[in-house]
T-cell receptor, first 116, second 111 residues
Framework: GAVVSQHPSWVICKSGTSVKIECRSLDFQATTMFWYRQFPKQSLMLMAT?????????EQGVEKDKFLINHASLTLSTLTVTSAHPEDSSFYICSAVDGDARQPQHFGDGTRLSIL | GEDVEQSLFLSVREGDSSVINCTYT??????LYWYKQEPGAGLQLLTY?????DMKQDQRLTVLLNKKDKHLSLRIADTQTGDSAIYFC???????????FGTGTRLQVFP
Protein backbone atom coordinates (compact mmCIF):
# COMPACT_ATOMS: atom_id res chain seq x y z
CA GLY A 1 0.00 0.00 0.00
CA ALA A 2 0.80 3.72 -0.03
CA VAL A 3 2.21 3.87 -3.53
CA VAL A 4 3.15 7.22 -5.04
CA SER A 5 3.75 7.45 -8.77
CA GLN A 6 5.74 10.27 -10.31
CA HIS A 7 5.87 11.00 -14.02
CA PRO A 8 7.97 11.51 -16.05
CA SER A 9 11.03 9.89 -14.53
CA TRP A 10 13.43 11.77 -16.78
CA VAL A 11 12.98 14.76 -19.03
CA ILE A 12 15.41 16.69 -21.19
CA CYS A 13 14.28 19.92 -22.80
CA LYS A 14 15.51 23.16 -24.21
CA SER A 15 15.96 26.30 -22.17
CA GLY A 16 12.82 28.42 -22.08
CA THR A 17 10.29 25.62 -22.20
CA SER A 18 7.91 24.73 -19.40
CA VAL A 19 7.89 21.27 -17.90
CA LYS A 20 5.08 19.62 -15.96
CA ILE A 21 5.73 16.85 -13.44
CA GLU A 22 2.88 14.77 -12.07
CA CYS A 23 2.62 13.14 -8.66
CA ARG A 24 -0.15 10.60 -8.05
CA SER A 25 -1.17 8.65 -5.00
CA LEU A 26 -2.29 5.33 -6.45
CA ASP A 27 -4.00 3.56 -3.58
CA PHE A 28 -4.86 6.29 -1.13
CA GLN A 29 -6.17 9.82 -1.00
CA ALA A 30 -3.66 12.51 -0.20
CA THR A 31 -4.90 15.83 1.10
CA THR A 32 -1.30 16.94 1.40
CA MET A 33 1.57 16.43 -1.01
CA PHE A 34 5.07 17.82 -0.89
CA TRP A 35 7.58 18.80 -3.54
CA TYR A 36 11.29 18.51 -2.93
CA ARG A 37 14.40 19.30 -4.88
CA GLN A 38 17.59 17.35 -4.49
CA PHE A 39 21.00 18.40 -5.76
CA PRO A 40 23.68 15.76 -6.41
CA LYS A 41 25.02 14.19 -3.23
CA GLN A 42 22.83 16.40 -1.08
CA SER A 43 19.79 16.01 1.06
CA LEU A 44 16.24 16.91 0.08
CA MET A 45 15.17 20.53 0.13
CA LEU A 46 11.46 21.17 0.64
CA MET A 47 10.11 23.50 -2.02
CA ALA A 48 6.43 23.64 -1.18
CA THR A 49 3.51 21.98 0.52
CA UNK A 50 0.56 21.26 -1.73
CA UNK A 51 -2.92 21.05 -0.20
CA UNK A 52 -5.88 19.76 -2.16
CA UNK A 53 -8.22 22.55 -3.15
CA UNK A 54 -6.09 25.40 -1.88
CA UNK A 55 -2.96 27.32 -2.77
CA UNK A 56 0.39 25.76 -2.17
CA UNK A 57 2.62 26.99 0.63
CA UNK A 58 6.09 27.77 -0.61
CA GLU A 59 9.29 27.66 1.39
CA GLN A 60 11.38 30.75 1.74
CA GLY A 61 13.44 31.44 -1.36
CA VAL A 62 11.30 29.34 -3.72
CA GLU A 63 9.73 31.40 -6.51
CA LYS A 64 6.04 30.54 -6.71
CA ASP A 65 5.74 32.01 -10.22
CA LYS A 66 8.60 29.84 -11.36
CA PHE A 67 7.38 26.62 -9.77
CA LEU A 68 3.62 26.39 -10.22
CA ILE A 69 1.86 23.81 -8.10
CA ASN A 70 -1.66 22.55 -8.63
CA HIS A 71 -3.41 20.00 -6.40
CA ALA A 72 -6.77 19.69 -8.07
CA SER A 73 -7.75 16.29 -6.71
CA LEU A 74 -7.02 14.06 -3.75
CA THR A 75 -4.76 11.86 -5.86
CA LEU A 76 -2.90 14.27 -8.11
CA SER A 77 -0.53 17.18 -7.65
CA THR A 78 1.46 18.76 -10.46
CA LEU A 79 4.60 20.87 -10.45
CA THR A 80 5.24 23.02 -13.51
CA VAL A 81 8.68 24.51 -13.95
CA THR A 82 7.99 27.55 -16.09
CA SER A 83 10.49 28.94 -18.58
CA ALA A 84 13.08 26.45 -17.39
CA HIS A 85 16.78 27.31 -17.50
CA PRO A 86 19.90 25.19 -16.95
CA GLU A 87 20.05 26.18 -13.28
CA ASP A 88 16.66 24.51 -12.81
CA SER A 89 18.21 21.16 -13.72
CA SER A 90 17.83 18.93 -10.71
CA PHE A 91 16.13 15.87 -9.24
CA TYR A 92 12.57 16.67 -8.17
CA ILE A 93 10.78 14.34 -5.77
CA CYS A 94 7.20 14.42 -4.54
CA SER A 95 5.67 12.82 -1.49
CA ALA A 96 2.16 12.28 -0.23
CA VAL A 97 0.55 11.68 3.13
CA ASP A 98 -2.24 9.16 3.60
CA GLY A 99 -4.60 10.83 6.03
CA ASP A 100 -3.47 13.33 8.62
CA ALA A 101 -0.08 14.88 9.01
CA ARG A 102 1.00 12.36 11.61
CA GLN A 103 1.23 9.65 8.99
CA PRO A 104 4.55 9.08 7.22
CA GLN A 105 5.27 10.69 3.89
CA HIS A 106 5.50 8.25 0.99
CA PHE A 107 7.73 9.27 -1.87
CA GLY A 108 7.61 8.99 -5.62
CA ASP A 109 10.61 7.78 -7.60
CA GLY A 110 11.63 11.28 -8.60
CA THR A 111 12.01 13.16 -11.86
CA ARG A 112 15.40 14.02 -13.27
CA LEU A 113 15.09 17.31 -15.12
CA SER A 114 17.86 18.36 -17.49
CA ILE A 115 17.63 21.72 -19.20
CA LEU A 116 19.95 22.26 -22.16
CA GLY B 1 16.34 26.33 13.81
CA GLU B 2 16.14 22.61 13.51
CA ASP B 3 19.22 20.74 12.50
CA VAL B 4 19.64 17.04 11.75
CA GLU B 5 23.13 15.63 11.37
CA GLN B 6 24.44 12.32 10.10
CA SER B 7 27.85 10.94 9.33
CA LEU B 8 28.47 10.96 5.60
CA PHE B 9 29.78 7.50 4.93
CA LEU B 10 29.78 4.01 6.39
CA SER B 11 31.44 0.94 4.96
CA VAL B 12 30.71 -2.58 6.27
CA ARG B 13 31.40 -6.13 5.27
CA GLU B 14 28.53 -8.28 4.05
CA GLY B 15 26.99 -10.19 6.94
CA ASP B 16 28.07 -7.70 9.59
CA SER B 17 25.75 -5.29 11.34
CA SER B 18 25.55 -1.65 10.27
CA VAL B 19 24.75 1.18 12.64
CA ILE B 20 23.80 4.53 11.16
CA ASN B 21 23.60 7.43 13.58
CA CYS B 22 21.62 10.65 13.55
CA THR B 23 21.49 13.60 15.92
CA TYR B 24 18.88 16.30 16.00
CA THR B 25 18.49 19.54 17.88
CA UNK B 26 14.77 20.11 18.27
CA UNK B 27 13.45 18.45 21.41
CA UNK B 28 9.84 18.89 20.29
CA UNK B 29 10.25 16.33 17.51
CA UNK B 30 7.28 14.01 17.43
CA UNK B 31 8.15 11.36 14.89
CA LEU B 32 11.54 10.26 13.64
CA TYR B 33 11.94 8.39 10.39
CA TRP B 34 14.47 6.42 8.44
CA TYR B 35 14.35 6.48 4.66
CA LYS B 36 16.48 4.63 2.11
CA GLN B 37 17.42 6.09 -1.27
CA GLU B 38 18.97 4.01 -4.01
CA PRO B 39 20.75 5.71 -6.94
CA GLY B 40 18.40 7.68 -9.16
CA ALA B 41 15.34 6.74 -7.13
CA GLY B 42 13.00 8.30 -4.64
CA LEU B 43 12.92 7.62 -0.93
CA GLN B 44 11.66 4.39 0.55
CA LEU B 45 10.24 4.53 4.05
CA LEU B 46 12.03 1.93 6.16
CA THR B 47 10.64 2.55 9.62
CA TYR B 48 9.64 5.29 12.01
CA UNK B 49 9.37 5.76 15.73
CA UNK B 50 7.22 7.96 17.91
CA UNK B 51 9.14 10.16 20.30
CA UNK B 52 7.75 8.43 23.40
CA UNK B 53 9.33 5.15 22.33
CA ASP B 54 12.89 4.04 23.01
CA MET B 55 13.18 1.21 20.54
CA LYS B 56 11.44 -0.33 17.60
CA GLN B 57 12.38 -3.54 15.82
CA ASP B 58 11.23 -4.65 12.41
CA GLN B 59 12.90 -7.76 11.03
CA ARG B 60 16.56 -6.83 10.38
CA LEU B 61 16.03 -3.21 11.40
CA THR B 62 16.31 -1.87 14.93
CA VAL B 63 15.75 1.78 15.75
CA LEU B 64 17.03 3.20 19.02
CA LEU B 65 16.02 6.61 20.30
CA ASN B 66 17.82 8.45 23.09
CA LYS B 67 15.68 11.50 23.73
CA LYS B 68 17.99 12.91 26.36
CA ASP B 69 20.90 13.05 23.94
CA LYS B 70 18.65 13.66 20.90
CA HIS B 71 20.26 10.69 19.20
CA LEU B 72 18.63 8.24 16.81
CA SER B 73 20.24 5.16 15.34
CA LEU B 74 19.35 2.54 12.78
CA ARG B 75 20.90 -0.89 13.08
CA ILE B 76 20.76 -3.23 10.12
CA ALA B 77 21.51 -6.81 11.06
CA ASP B 78 23.19 -9.19 8.58
CA THR B 79 23.87 -6.39 6.11
CA GLN B 80 23.58 -7.40 2.47
CA THR B 81 24.93 -5.84 -0.71
CA GLY B 82 21.38 -4.80 -1.54
CA ASP B 83 21.44 -2.58 1.52
CA SER B 84 23.99 -0.32 -0.16
CA ALA B 85 22.23 3.04 -0.50
CA ILE B 86 21.92 6.44 1.13
CA TYR B 87 20.02 6.48 4.39
CA PHE B 88 18.25 9.61 5.59
CA CYS B 89 16.87 10.25 9.01
CA UNK B 90 14.11 12.82 9.31
CA UNK B 91 12.05 14.40 12.04
CA UNK B 92 8.59 15.90 12.15
CA UNK B 93 6.58 17.76 14.74
CA UNK B 94 3.04 17.40 15.96
CA UNK B 95 1.96 20.84 14.75
CA UNK B 96 3.52 20.73 11.32
CA UNK B 97 3.53 18.29 8.48
CA UNK B 98 7.02 19.14 7.30
CA UNK B 99 9.94 16.77 7.47
CA UNK B 100 13.41 17.96 8.37
CA PHE B 101 15.93 15.67 6.72
CA GLY B 102 19.40 14.78 7.79
CA THR B 103 22.36 15.07 5.50
CA GLY B 104 22.23 11.39 4.54
CA THR B 105 24.66 8.53 5.18
CA ARG B 106 26.02 6.55 2.27
CA LEU B 107 26.26 2.88 3.25
CA GLN B 108 28.59 0.73 1.21
CA VAL B 109 28.54 -3.02 1.71
CA PHE B 110 31.47 -5.01 0.40
CA PRO B 111 31.77 -8.79 0.03
Amino acid sequence: GAVVSQHPSWVICKSGTSVKIECRSLDFQATTMFWYRQFPKQSLMLMATSNEGSKATYEQGVEKDKFLINHASLTLSTLTVTSAHPEDSSFYICSAVDGDARQPQHFGDGTRLSIL
Amino acid sequence: GEDVEQSLFLSVREGDSSVINCTYTDSSSTYLYWYKQEPGAGLQLLTYIFSNMDMKQDQRLTVLLNKKDKHLSLRIADTQTGDSAIYFCAESHFNTDKLIFGTGTRLQVFP
